[in-house]
């Protein structure tokens, strides 16, 4: 089901007498439906929730963020608007899940990512459990061939699945998608914790030929570690970036599916961000993991929205 944009959502303080340059979010974010999907003439950004976790509940993690899409937006609202004024910031509102369909409502995604980039749009996709991973990679594999995946995250999510589709299954699926329609598996993980994944995972990365950066050597060579991403990002002619929120040390993202500890800092995924976004090979970025139900005072989704606002800048 589709759901939408929320014109409550949007909105927040007003500078008036700052013109122009004293303009945010609330104030810029067109509400948009897909009927009217078109290509812009100038850049255009595309927002699109995705409330699942059904993923994390099979994959028995603590539900709750399938309501993140909205409280990111919230987060997002009030913060002052730093782009191109060229750039149009387009809402499209949510894909929503019925008794627990992951499967169709995964299909709904996968058509309505592909569209967003065949009209040359940059989709950010708000999650919702990392099963959105999935839905955003099929959809931008619609459009393009070569693509490099890299993912900010504490965890491989390259279980095998078992009993269905999970939030811990998604990256290993893009492998089984691109074994069966003879393509390319490109995965590049940074911000790994040895002590969040069993040996059986590093063993099936091996195996899969991923690219693995620790949490560890982040932390103790920033430079090498972008180094390494930088190398990985010439290959391809697009980046399908994705970002999970529980890369983050659980002191400064309590609010998540799985928290961290010995996590990344919010300044070094800014810096990562930052590194992959220069390239201006990203195509589709998502924000996943955010629980509402075990935040405090919003901290995790407004670093969601910080990082967001950061990947624009």
């Given at each position: 089901m589709i759901e939408l944009p929320k014109e409550s959502i949007w909105t927040g303080r007003f500078d008036d007498e700052d013109g122009e340059l004293g303009k945010r979010w609330h104030q810029v974010v067109e509400l948009k439906n897909f009927n009217s999907l078109e290509i812009d003439s100038d850049p255009s950004i595309a927002l699109l929730g995705f409330c699942s976790d059904e993923g994390v509940k099979r994959n028995k993690g603590r539900v709750g963020a399938k309501n993140a899409p909205d409280l990111i937006r919230k987060a997002l609202a009030n913060l002052p608007y730093h782009q191109n004024t060229t750039t149009k910031i387009q809402d499209f509102g949510n894909v929503k899940l019925e008794d627990g369909n992951l499967e169709e409502s995964r299909e709904v995604q996968v058509e309505l990512v592909s569209e967003l980039v065949r009209h040359h749009k940059l989709p950010i996709i708000l999650g919702g459990g990392h099963e959105t991973a999935l839905g955003n990679y099929l959809g931008l594999a619609k459009q393009y061939f070569n693509i490099g995946v890299i993912n900010i995250d504490a965890h491989f999510d390259i279980r095998i699945p078992v009993e269905g589709s999970t939030s811990g299954t998604p990256f290993f699926e893009m492998a089984q998608f691109c074994q069966e329609n003879d393509r390319p598996f490109n995965y590049?993980?940074?911000?790994?914790?040895?002590?969040?994944?069993?040996?059986?995972l590093f063993e099936r990365a091996k195996e899969l030929g991923i690219t693995t950066i620790l949490a560890d050597e982040v932390q103790r060579n920033l430079e090498q570690s972008l180094k390494q991403?930088?190398?990985?990002?010439e290959k391809f002619d697009c980046i399908y970036l994705s970002?999970?929120?529980?890369?983050?040390?659980?002191?400064?993202?309590?609010?998540?599916?799985?928290?961290?500890?010995?996590?990344?800092?919010?300044?070094?995924?800014?810096?990562?961000?930052?590194?992959?976004?220069?390239?201006?090979k990203v195509k589709v970025f998502d924000v996943v993991e955010l629980n509402p139900e075990y935040d405090q005072d919003n901290r995790t989704a407004k670093l969601a929205a910080h990082l967001i606002g950061e990947f624009l800048a």
């Open positions: 590049f993980c940074i911000g790994i914790q040895p002590l969040g994944n069993t040996s059986a991403l930088q190398d990985y990002i970002l999970d929120l529980d890369v983050l040390d659980g002191a400064f993202a309590p609010g998540v599916s799985a928290p961290c500890a010995n996590g990344l800092t919010p300044i070094q995924v800014k810096t990562i961000i930052q590194t992959i976004i220069q390239s201006k």
